[in-house]
């Protein structure tokens, strides 16, 4: 166990100081730690995925129908419970919520995985099995189911803005209409004054500062305006995920159903078409040519040591602190979660193989995914809680990574 927490838990929280150092001291400005981000989400990690996944059969996917069908749907089930809960716990858009479920409901599997499981439980088919259909789950399903719920959260940030700013000529053209109606410079300020709660916030901004645009509150912004922002307010505006990938031009052919409109635009994005494309030809039975790996894979050596680097940066951005927010997130990523998981295990009798139930409950214990955390710091959506989040459940894995292996001999006895 020590030699799990010096060879993998010390590197990523030395690298992850490094990257905050380095955004405190502004070794980086905000371009290049974009740019860092871009790296991972658009080329390294979409490479890591696909040749991690590709790997797959649909003979491992079978051999175990129970452990399969537990993680899809315990996987899930929790990812959108995470997400749910952020909303309604803790009053979140919808793009906020899914970023946050994004790290409270998906193990860092693909990174840890092996580097965790290998040394505890040994390096052997059953272990392989485990780690390999709950890695297909998180980054097959997660990330853009993920992708998905930003972009919808966004489709009705823009509906709601474009309303409110309809809003405003029509107020203001009512308050005209009303001076000359009135007649007397009293019933002129009555009727202006009625106006203003009809125009919104907006309309007194414009007021206290004629030269500033009216923006309604958490608005999607260009990318020229989300820059000024930055430099201003640090990174409190939320920069919109699709204007910052289209910069901001609408497009001539634009899908009316926004639900359609969110799929496609989630699944237009590297991170999710690639694990995607993997899964695909995994099910049909395509067998993708190893030689062909080490193009894939030198990339994809980058991705962990810059996604935790860049995770730091995202830190360094960001006032540390816990609060009850924070302590939420690392619960529910490495006690909860997990919890849930073995108790539906025992429940469908997988109590009988204690081993293999111990490396799920592992698996899932792991600390938060690096996605998470590279995603929220690349469309500033729930920096502050996701960043603080990754840091205190990436330090208390080190000791609940001893719990689990220690319960759950205790619980396979207890249910064998």
Known sequence: ???????????????????????????FDDDQRQGLNKVVLDIALPAALFVSIVKATREMLASDLVLTILSLVGVTGMFMLSYLLCKKLFHHTTQEAAVCALIAGSPTIGFLGFAVLDPIYGNDVTTNLVIGIVS?????????????LINKGQSEMRAKAAKGTKAVPAASTAASAAVPAAGSAAAASAAASAAVPAAGSAAVDDAKAPSAPATPARAPVTDQEARAAEKEHGIRKEIDVIRAEERGHAKKHAIKNPNVAAIVNAVKKPVAAAPLIAVLLVLIGVRFPSELD???????????GVAVLAAGLALSTVSLGVNKEVIWNTFYRLILMPAVIVAAGFA????SDPSKISMLAMAVALPPAFSGIIISSRYNIYVKEGANSVAVSTVCFAATCILWVWVMPILCSMFH
């Open 1 to 27: 166990m020590i030699k799990i927490i010096v060879n993998d838990i010390v590197p990523i929280l030395v690298i992850m100081a490094l990257g905050y150092i380095c955004g405190r001291v502004h070794y």
């Open 136 to 148: 297909i789950v998180v980054n097959a399903v997660t990330i853009p189911l993920g992708f998905y």
């Open 294 to 304: 080490p193009c894939f894979e030198l990339i994809a050596k980058a991705n962990s």
């Open 348 to 351: 469908l009798g997988m109590g």
